[in-house]
């Protein structure tokens, strides 16, 4: 899953007999195999909201394994543009679609992915020479909210990175019996006032791209 639709289309490349199943209100979704194995490449937009309704709607016609591969800002002042994050937790503020799911309770709690799916993505990533930092992961609500304070509240409080989706993710996972993770390229750097924005049409970005949905597949399809 990634939020980006052109990107959805990018990654559709990698898989044999890629079919266009669904574009309804801009969220293309392809299914194909990759290694043999059927394999499913969706869209969620941005937000916890949308990625919470895409992914309860492919439970309802089947899927029962999610990778969320999409980008993040870094929290640490040693991150580079173009490191490869996997999510060992997630954290959020409390309220909206937590509360509608699971009621009030203590913010920025620490939510699991699945440790078996995760650990094979990170071993996958190490084997070709991908390297990436495993860490918790801020789900933001409000992009535009997020500045330099704001961040170091974050780090303080055990994030690595920021992006917009896994918290809520991980707590489906939990919740319907599935298998969640998340990898993220990291496009810029949140305490780095020296850094700026990798664009996602550069050959860099693209190259990372493809890098890490290979890994993904690949352990996907050894499932």
Same mark, same amino acid.
């Given at each position: 899953?990634?939020?980006?639709?052109?990107?959805?289309?990018?990654?559709?490349?990698?898989?044999?007999?890629?079919?266009?199943?669904?574009?309804?209100?801009?969220?293309?979704?392809?299914?194909?195999?990759?290694?043999?194995?059927?394999? *499913?490449?969706?869209?969620?937009?941005?937000?916890?909201?949308?990625?919470?309704?895409?992914? %309860? %709607?492919?439970?309802?016609?089947?899927?029962?394994? +999610?990778?969320?591969?999409?980008?993040?800002?870094?929290?640490?002042? =040693?991150?580079?543009?173009?490191?490869?994050?996997?999510?060992a937790s997630a954290s959020a503020t409390k309220g909206g679609i937590h509360e509608q799911y699971f009621g009030s309770e203590k913010a920025e709690q620490a939510y699991?992915? /699945?440790?078996?799916?995760?650990? %094979?993505?990170?071993? *996958? +990533?190490?084997?070709?020479?991908?390297?990436?930092?495993?860490?918790?992961?801020?789900?933001?609500?409000?992009?535009?909210?997020? /500045?330099?304070?704001?961040?170091?509240?974050?780090?303080?409080?055990? =994030?690595?990175?920021? /992006?917009?989706?896994?918290?809520?993710?991980?707590?489906?996972?939990?919740?319907?019996?599935?298998?969640?993770?998340?990898?993220?390229?990291?496009?810029?750097?949140?305490?780095?006032?020296?850094?700026?924005?990798?664009k996602p049409d550069s050959p860099k970005f693209q190259e990372r791209l493809m890098d890490g949905a290979r890994a993904i597949l690949e352990t996907l399809s050894r499932?």
């Amino acid at each position: 899953m990634s939020g980006d639709p052109g990107r959805i289309k990018a990654l559709s490349s990698l898989l044999k007999d890629p079919k266009l199943v669904n574009e309804n209100r801009g969220l293309p979704v392809y299914t194909g195999t990759y290694n043999g194995e059927r394999i *499913t490449l969706a869209t969620h937009q941005m937000g916890q909201p949308v990625i919470a309704i895409v992914a %309860e %709607e492919l439970g309802h016609l089947g899927a029962r394994t +999610f990778v969320r591969y999409g980008t993040g800002g870094a929290l640490l002042q =040693n991150m580079r543009i173009g490191d490869y994050v996997i999510g060992a937790s997630a954290s959020a503020t409390k309220g909206g679609i937590h509360e509608q799911y699971f009621g009030s309770e203590k913010a920025e709690q620490a939510y699991l992915p /699945d440790p078996k799916l995760t650990d %094979e993505i990170e071993g *996958t +990533f190490k084997s070709k020479g991908l390297g990436c930092m495993r860490g918790q992961i801020f789900a933001s609500d409000a992009f535009y909210a997020e /500045d330099a304070r704001f961040a170091q509240n974050l780090v303080g409080k055990g =994030n690595i990175a920021i /992006d917009m989706e896994s918290a809520i993710l991980f707590r489906l996972g939990k919740l319907r019996g599935w298998s969640c993770a998340t990898v993220l390229i990291t496009v810029n750097n949140l305490v780095d006032r020296n850094s700026s924005f990798i664009k996602p049409d550069s050959p860099k970005f693209q190259e990372r791209l493809m890098d890490g949905a290979r890994a993904i597949l690949e352990t996907l399809s050894r499932r």
